[in-house]
Structure formats: C-alpha cells, structure tokens
C-alpha cells in the first residue's frame, strides 16, 4: 500500500528542515570550493612550471594566461555554487518533508493517539518507512479497539 498521492500534500517551503538542509548544502559548496581550489590549482602550476621550462615567466602574454585562468575559475566558480545550492536544497527536500511528517506522526503515537496516516507525495524518500509507520499506527489502533 503506497501512501504518496499525486498532490496529496504539496509542501510549499523548499526549506522545511534548515538545520539538515543547510548543513548539506554548505558541505556540498565546501567540496565545490575545495574541487575547483585543487583543479585551480594544478593548472596554474603546470602553466608556471612550463612557462619557468621556456623562460618565458615575465612575457606579458604568459602572465595574461595566468590570469586568464584564475579568472576562469572564478567565474565557474560564481556561477556553479548557486546551481549547487538550488539541487542542495531540492535534494533534500525530498529527505527533509518526509521527515518532518514522519516525526510528527512519531510523536503522535507516543502520546497514544495511532490514529495516524502518512501522507507523502510521490518522489518523496522514506516512502516505505512512512508504509511501515502507517502499518504499525493500524495495527495498534486495531489492538487497542
């Protein structure tokens, strides 16, 4: 028995749990920054390494390809980390809603009430956890009648 229902419950906050979403979003933007940082940095240094092998360091042309290539990274740079913050959040958001609701209903049952059903939407994770929840809320409910 699936729970999720097209447009059963549309949330309408994409932040629903800040502490987990962003904890995960920074760490994808720290490993973003460190990936471009390392890719950054070998390139300059095979540039620097070939232009001191040619003698060729002091050229204007040498040093505008340096820093053509730091600007280049910048760039990317600036223009990947929103992209990288919009699927962060849009990633756990399909984490974070069910798991909000999957609390909720938690703490339902603990105060005794197993009157509880889970609605989550379709693309949603936990699905089977909220099937299983829901399973259990029956079961004892029935128990109890």
Do not use: C
């Not at 549309?10 to 920074?26: D, K």
């Not at 070939?50 to 990317?76: D, I, R």
């Not at 989550?120 to 994770?125: F, I, K, N, Q, T």
């Amino acid at each position: 028995m699936r729970t999720s229902r097209v447009g059963a419950h549309q949330r309408r906050r994409l932040i629903v749990n800040p502490a987990f979403q962003y904890r995960f979003v920074g760490v994808m933007l720290l490993t973003l920054l460190l990936l471009t940082a390392g890719a950054l940095a070998s390139v300059y240094l095979s540039l620097w390494m070939t232009l001191q092998t040619f003698n060729v360091a002091k050229e204007p042309l040498a040093v505008a390809q340096l820093t053509t290539v730091g600007l280049f990274a910048t760039v990317q740079l600036l223009v990947l980390a929103p992209l990288v913050i919009w699927i962060g959040v849009r990633l756990t958001h399909k984490v974070a809603g069910p798991l909000v609701r999957i609390n909720a209903a938690l703490q339902q049952m603990a105060q005794g009430d197993f009157n509880v059903h889970i609605k989550l939407r379709d693309g949603d994770s936990l699905i089977e956890v909220a099937d299983a929840i829901n399973r259990l809320a029956s079961t004892l409910q029935s128990r109890r009648s």
